[in-house]
């Protein structure tokens, strides 16, 4: 029995309903094991409830307990006959903005909750945003609380046409809206028969057939080389790293960059043996046909379709520091295996959340901010558009003196507004 | 030819590589702890697979409280010739003996091994230590990072964790500062006996069904030990037992169980209605939050 494996990510507002979804998935494809449920029981006994608080099983941190609040972005597994799932359960309160690009960075999926009451809000559109901007493939609307509105198609029809217009207008192609109640359980994991009016998927039914092919897999092949492996007894040299995008098979003319050789590769290798042929997410060992000096944050790339090489960059910054930033900062830039120094130029527009709108440049960054910012890197870096390629396009800023990460970075500009 | 779709457990695997490698070229001076336990004899399968033909370039470490297993001693040693590695030991009993630490009222070593393991980073100036830890375990760690960063006293803090962003490690840290690396964080204990099974990864034999002497105490079954077990009513009897989980004598619990091949241990699993550690493990069991308390003072 082979099974895929799906990342996700879930995003919506304090009171949306969010742990209620997260606790009924885990619960109903049974995830949630007994002595979890009984030290769920025991603790919510001693805080004076009279029913189980399911958000204990979910709220890890002592901190968290205490404060009945989700701080930080945690991650849930489960499973169902047919596929794994990593959901990252990400907080919904305004402050913790900086924990959904982080759950969002690696969702090939996002779960956005509204509450059928109120609909769309300043935090959906918020979250939809970010979503957006970080180029989340697949974007799932759960207009939840179907119940508290009388399973009423014509509410539910609103509130799908009012996001349907949102998400256009953010650049989602396609948005799947199902209605649920995570309460009783509508549509989650059951078929409702509340509503039958409704004949989408269930939630799971949805997560279960949604394509898990990344949109890296048809882009062209990148490699970021990690480390380089050598065995002197047989003289094997190999350039080992994961497939970033596209496919890499035996006899690919490549260019490595920054350098700019272009050369074969001879053979893909894994400890299993050679491989045919390797797609996005494989780690693998490449060995090339000529003898080329290649180093730890040198990438291979299609030599038909590389990346730009540039010291210039212009990007998107999520800044998620206390620490504001300032145009002429000098950080230290992740990016792929290597990490360069760099100086931050001039501060470009700032998306404002709210109004899903680039207003005029701040003078400096504050947490949760989101800019546009051009960048001097010290070495020339091969990037790709984050639009085009999200691993080709991602970096991080770090703080020299404390080794914090700052920011998440996108090159170019991700988010494209239609009027 | 079309791209052969990866599955879950190659998905797992190749993350794991990538983290290996990633450790391998920022870190001076990385470990791997490695107790003879499925989760840290995984560890060192992907180890291998990630540098392979060439040698793992870390070496291990085991904090051996002295409650041990015989079958997994011998389990580990075997493995360490085998596969080539260099292993160091750091012992608790060293550590009492000179009264750096004190034996406990309740016999468990179980919280001791924080102190060694502190010693021994410091002594050999390791940078970053790979620990078999996965999120699914308990409800902390599934707030643990990929890559953690640790203070110069072997602290986590959860409040100001770096957010760990696409696949993009920030492994930065201060002299006496180290990083915590967890590669098997996503995976869950099934992926884990998937793939052992799939993988024919040899494991100490205590996890398989066998007849042992048992005795109850707390709803486990214990076994006999130098950290003071059976006391007072408690009695031995032979039971047909496994282990899920390999730790500390006196704080880790057999199952009863019949299974003893790799697809009945599966099957198992799959069935139970009781986590690992919520099974077997007492230590788990002292406070609402006695792993994210453990944990801040540096426990892996």
């Known amino acids: 029995m082979t099974k895929d494996l799906l990342r996700f990510a879930t995003a919506g507002s304090v009171d949306d309903g969010k742990s209620t979804l997260v606790g009924r998935l885990l619960y109903d494809t049974k995830s949630v094991l007994a002595d979890q449920i009984e030290a769920v029981q025991r603790a919510s006994v001693d805080k004076g409830l009279s029913t189980p608080d399911l958000s204990l099983l979910v709220d890890g941190l002592r901190a968290e307990r205490e404060q009945g609040i989700t701080i930080d972005v945690a991650y849930r597994y489960f499973s169902t006959p047919t596929r794994e799932f990593v959901l990252a359960d990400t907080p919904g309160h305004v402050q913790y903005t900086r924990n959904t690009v982080t759950g969002a960075s690696t969702a090939e999926l996002a779960v956005l909750l509204v509450d059928a009451r109120y609909g769309v809000v300043e935090q959906t559109r918020r979250h939809a945003a970010v979503l957006a901007l970080l180029r989340v493939p697949r974007l799932v609307l759960c207009i939840n609380k179907i119940d508290l509105v009388g399973y009423d198609e014509a509410v539910l029809t609103a509130i799908g046409k009012d996001f349907a217009e949102l998400a256009r207008s953010l650049g989602f192609e396609s948005v799947v809206t199902i209605p649920v109640s995570a309460l009783v359980g509508d549509n989650v994991v059951e078929r409702s028969e509340h509503t039958p009016w409704y004949d989408g998927p269930t939630l799971i039914g949805h997560l279960e057939s949604v394509p898990v092919t990344p949109p890296e897999a048809d882009a062209p092949f990148r490699l970021p080389v990690q480390y380089v492996i050598r065995e002197h007894a047989t003289d094997y040299r190999g350039y080992a790293g994961q497939v970033a995008s596209g496919t890499v098979r035996p006899g690919d003319a490549i260019v490595v960059l920054p350098g700019g050789h272009r050369t074969t590769v001879e053979s893909v290798d894994t400890a299993d043996g050679p491989l045919e042929l390797a797609g996005a997410g494989r780690s693998v060992t490449i060995r090339l046909a000529d003898d080329i000096d290649i180093a730890r944050g040198d990438v291979l790339a299609a030599a038909d379709a590389p990346p730009r090489v540039t010291n210039e960059l212009e990007a998107t910054l999520c800044w998620l520091s206390d620490k504001p930033l300032r145009p002429g900062a000098r950080l230290l830039l992740k990016h792929g295996a290597r990490t360069t120094q760099v100086i931050v130029g001039a501060l470009g527009d700032r998306l404002d959340t709210d109004t899903i709108a680039y207003v005029g440049a701040p003078e400096t960054l504050a947490i949760n901010d989101i800019a546009r910012v051009s960048l001097r890197t010290a070495d020339a870096l091969p990037v790709d558009d984050y639009a085009d390629i999200r691993t080709g396009g991602s970096f991080l800023l770090i703080d020299p003196p404390t080794g914090n990460t700052l920011a998440a970075g996108l090159v170019g500009n991700p988010l494209t507004l239609a009027d | ?300």
């Not at chain 2, 540098?51 to 002295?66: I, K, N, Q, R």
């Not at chain 2, 919280?111 to 940078?127: F, K, N, W």
């Not at chain 2, 640790?150 to 990083?179: C, I, K, M, T």
């Open chain 2, 1 to 300: 030819m079309t791209v052969p779709v990866m599955d879950a457990l190659d998905s797992l695997e190749s993350e794991a590589i990538h983290i290996f490698r990633e450790v391998a070229g920022e870190f001076d001076r990385p470990v791997i702890l490695f107790s003879g336990g499925k989760d840290s004899t995984l560890l060192v399968h992907l180890a291998v697979k990630a540098f392979a033909p060439a040698p793992v370039p870390f070496p291990l470490l085991h904090v051996d409280t002295g409650h041990n297993y015989a079958e997994v001693i011998e389990f580990r040693d075997r493995i360490v010739a085998e596969k080539g590695l260099r292993l160091e030991v750091a012992h608790v009993q060293d550590w009492i003996d000179d009264g750096r630490l004190t034996e406990r009222p309740d016999g468990t070593r179980n919280p001791l091994q924080t102190v060694p393991l502190l010693d021994s980073i410091v002594e050999h100036r390791y940078d970053a230590v790979f620990g078999g830890g996965r999120r699914d375990e308990e409800r902390a760690r599934a707030k643990e990072r990929i890559m953690s960063l640790r203070d110069g006293f072997g602290r986590w803090d959860p409040r100001s964790q770096r957010p760990e962003l696409w696949n993009l490690y920030n492994g930065r840290h201060a002299p006496g500062e180290h990083v915590r690396v967890f590669p098997i964080s996503n995976w869950t204990e099934l992926d884990v006996w998937r793939y052992i099974q799939r993988e024919e990864i040899e494991l100490p034999s205590i996890y398989f069904s066998h007849r042992r002497e048992v005795f109850r105490r707390d709803g486990m079954w214990l076994a006999e030990g130098p950290w003071g077990g059976p006391r007072g009513s408690e009695a031995l009897e032979e039971r047909t037992v496994r282990y899920r989980t390999v730790g500390d004598g006196s704080c880790t619990g057999a199952v009863e169980s019949t299974a003893g091949t790799l697809d009945e241990i599966i099957a198992e699993v799959t069935a139970s209605r009781l986590t690992e550690r919520g099974a077997t493990r007492a230590d788990d069991r002292m406070s609402e939050a006695a792993m994210e308390d453990r944990k801040r003072e540096g426990y892996f």
